[in-house]
């Protein structure tokens, strides 16, 4: 079970590793490399609303970027078998995002959260963004009517999903951001100071010059591409889909207590 209150640091990253959001995740070698050459050969779906134009054409320096962000192993030659996330880095990234959090609490800065994998991240997502709000952040409301090709753009609990056929739907495309910012802008509405989400959206938001910190798997390299690039201020590294969405409350914990934010 999750351990209760705020963990301290070496907690933390025992509790990651037992529960799989870091350490021996769950996604598999082959399926990390097949992610990170897929995107090396410009396939645009796994470049997550991001342009990577032809920086990234070499799976091999994808792979360096994973090992060194994420903790994969780096050997070329390692192609099938278990795969890891480092927890230390794992912890280390969301003392980064603290810190980002921190700096909006303090500037009262406008916040728009959102998840395309609402089965695992959704409640971390709420949870942060009912703390920011109470520590004076506006959350910003998205526009009504908004729709991509995978279906309709809509919010809840504070945080912006993709609702396909009455059911919250996993999404890695940048589309449902592009719409939201899109649809500030034409309603002449500011656009976000801080994109708090994963996957497209936070890619999407980070492309269109937006200050953006997300939560990516270790199949999902080009978040942390945009990370090494100074295009996404943080990306932290874990599992994103894990057994149970209780097993992210201690890692939360952590998080808003790093950023001052606990209640």
Same mark, same amino acid.
């Given at each position: 079970?999750?351990?209760?209150?705020?963990?301290?640091r070496a907690e933390l990253a025992e509790h990651l590793v037992r529960t799989r959001i870091a350490g021996d995740v769950a996604t598999p070698r082959e399926n990390n490399l097949s992610?990170?050459?897929?995107? *090396?050969?410009?396939?645009?779906?796994?470049?997550?609303?991001?342009?990577?134009?032809?920086?990234?054409?070499?799976?091999?320096?994808?792979?360096?970027?994973?090992?060194?962000?994420?903790?994969?192993?780096?050997?070329?030659?390692?192609?099938?078998?278990?795969?890891?996330?480092?927890?230390?880095?794992? @912890?280390?990234?969301?003392?980064?995002?603290?810190?980002?959090?921190?700096?909006?609490? #303090?500037?009262?800065?406008?916040?728009?959260?959102?998840?395309? =994998?609402?089965?695992?991240?959704?409640?971390?997502?709420?949870?942060?963004?009912?703390?920011?709000?109470?520590?004076?952040?506006?959350?910003?409301?998205?526009?009504?009517?908004?729709?991509?090709?995978?279906?309709?753009?809509?919010?809840?609990?504070?945080?912006?999903?993709?609702?396909?056929? *009455?059911?919250?739907?996993?999404?890695?495309?940048?589309?449902?951001?592009?719409?939201?910012?899109?649809?500030?802008?034409? *309603?002449?509405?500011?656009?976000? #100071?801080?994109?708090?989400? #994963? =996957?497209?959206?936070?890619?999407?938001?980070?492309? =269109?010059?937006?200050?953006?910190?997300?939560?990516?798997?270790?199949? #999902?390299?080009?978040?942390?591409?945009?990370?090494?690039?100074?295009?996404?201020?943080?990306? @932290?590294?874990?599992?994103? =889909?894990? @057994?149970?969405?209780?097993?992210?409350?201690?890692?939360?914990?952590?998080?808003?207590?790093?950023?001052?934010?606990?209640?």
């Amino acid at each position: 079970m999750p351990i209760p209150g705020t963990p301290s640091r070496a907690e933390l990253a025992e509790h990651l590793v037992r529960t799989r959001i870091a350490g021996d995740v769950a996604t598999p070698r082959e399926n990390n490399l097949s992610h990170y050459r897929k995107l *090396a050969n410009g396939d645009r779906g796994f470049w997550l609303g991001l342009e990577l134009g032809d920086r990234w054409t070499d799976e091999q320096d994808v792979l360096a970027v994973m090992a060194e962000r994420v903790g994969v192993n780096d050997d070329p030659e390692y192609r099938y078998g278990q795969d890891t996330i480092d927890p230390e880095l794992t @912890v280390a990234a969301l003392e980064r995002m603290a810190g980002r959090l921190r700096k909006a609490a #303090d500037g009262g800065q406008r916040v728009l959260f959102a998840t395309g =994998h609402p089965g695992g991240l959704l409640d971390v997502h709420r949870a942060t963004a009912d703390a920011l709000r109470g520590a004076g952040c506006e959350i910003v409301v998205i526009p009504e009517g908004l729709t991509t090709e995978e279906g309709y753009v809509q919010q809840f609990a504070d945080v912006a999903v993709l609702e396909h056929g *009455a059911s919250l739907w996993h999404t890695h495309s940048g589309e449902p951001m592009k719409a939201i910012l899109t649809g500030l802008e034409r *309603a002449g509405r500011p656009l976000p #100071d801080l994109v708090v989400a #994963d =996957h497209g959206w936070a890619g999407y938001a980070a492309q =269109h010059g937006v200050d953006s910190v997300g939560y990516a798997d270790c199949n #999902d390299p080009a978040l942390f591409l945009a990370e090494s690039e100074g295009t996404l201020q943080v990306a @932290v590294p874990l599992d994103d =889909h894990v @057994v149970s969405p209780r097993y992210y409350d201690p890692m939360t914990a952590y998080l808003l207590g790093e950023a001052g934010l606990a209640g």
